[in-house]
């Protein structure tokens, strides 16, 4: 009887500690799933040494600032050349955002049309900003007037007038610009 007596007094004395040295529960952190900041019909502009490089428009956009990341729906991207000078724009469904990078990603029923008609579609598209290109490993399609070319994967600058598609690729070119095929559609 002592000695169970015992064990009840050491086991409230250790309820007792235990109690006493819990601390206050933290508030949860905050999923990174759930965005710091959510707008709509924003627009992010890029520059390069004080010039407008991309114009970045987008329909919904929700901010993610630990992440550097931007999720962006029913997105529009203006690209300009080393001068400001318009040269393409982009459409696509969504997009991700580095602002701190300038890294854009467009996902979903991406369009690409430059200033002289020559039309890209693919489902992504990155753009390299050092290297002032855009990207994909998906399948291509880049139409000029009645010229079709198809493939797998893409790097071309923001006016696609140089531009390599990696594999399968195939086209019908019914137009010869002058001064032949030379980098050109």
Same mark, same amino acid.
């Given at each position: 009887?002592?000695?169970?007596?015992?064990?009840?007094?050491?086991?409230?004395?250790?309820?007792?500690?235990?109690?006493?040295?819990?601390?206050?529960?933290?508030?949860?952190?905050?999923?990174?799933?759930?965005?710091?900041?959510?707008?709509?019909?924003?627009?992010?502009?890029?520059?390069?040494?004080?010039?407008?490089?991309?114009?970045?428009?987008?329909?919904?956009?929700?901010?993610?600032?630990?992440?550097?990341?931007?999720?962006?729906?029913?997105?529009?991207?203006?690209?300009? %050349?080393? =001068?400001?000078? +318009?040269?393409? *724009?982009?459409?696509?469904?969504? @997009?991700? &955002?580095? /602002?701190?990078?300038?890294?854009?990603?467009?996902?979903?029923?991406?369009?690409?049309?430059?200033?002289?008609?020559?039309?890209?579609?693919?489902?992504?598209?990155?753009?390299?900003?050092?290297?002032?290109?855009?990207?994909?490993?998906?399948?291509?399609?880049?139409?000029?007037?009645?010229?079709?070319?198809?493939?797998?994967?893409?790097?071309? %600058?923001? =006016?696609?007038? +140089?531009?390599? *598609?990696?594999?399968?690729?195939? @086209?019908? &070119?019914? /137009?010869?610009?002058?001064?032949?095929?030379?980098?050109?559609?």
């Amino acid at each position: 009887m002592k000695r169970s007596l015992l064990i009840r007094v050491i086991l409230g004395i250790l309820l007792l500690i235990s109690a006493c040295s819990k601390e206050e529960p933290k508030a949860p952190k905050s999923p990174l799933d759930v965005p710091d900041q959510v707008m709509e019909n924003t627009t992010i502009t890029f520059t390069e040494q004080g010039v407008k490089s991309v114009l970045i428009h987008a329909k919904y956009l929700a901010v993610y600032e630990e992440l550097d990341l931007k999720k962006a729906k029913g997105v529009r991207v203006d690209f300009y %050349d080393r =001068e400001g000078n +318009h040269t393409s *724009i982009l459409v696509a469904d969504s @997009g991700l &955002i580095q /602002e701190k990078r300038q890294n854009v990603e467009a996902l979903g029923n991406v369009v690409v049309t430059t200033e002289e008609g020559i039309k890209l579609e693919t489902q992504s598209l990155g753009w390299d900003p050092q290297k002032r290109k855009i990207v994909t490993n998906d399948f291509v399609k880049i139409t000029k007037k009645t010229d079709v070319v198809t493939g797998y994967g893409l790097e071309a %600058d923001e =006016e696609l007038k +140089h531009f390599v *598609i990696k594999k399968s690729v195939k @086209g019908k &070119i019914t /137009e010869i610009p002058e001064g032949g095929l030379k980098d050109s559609l």
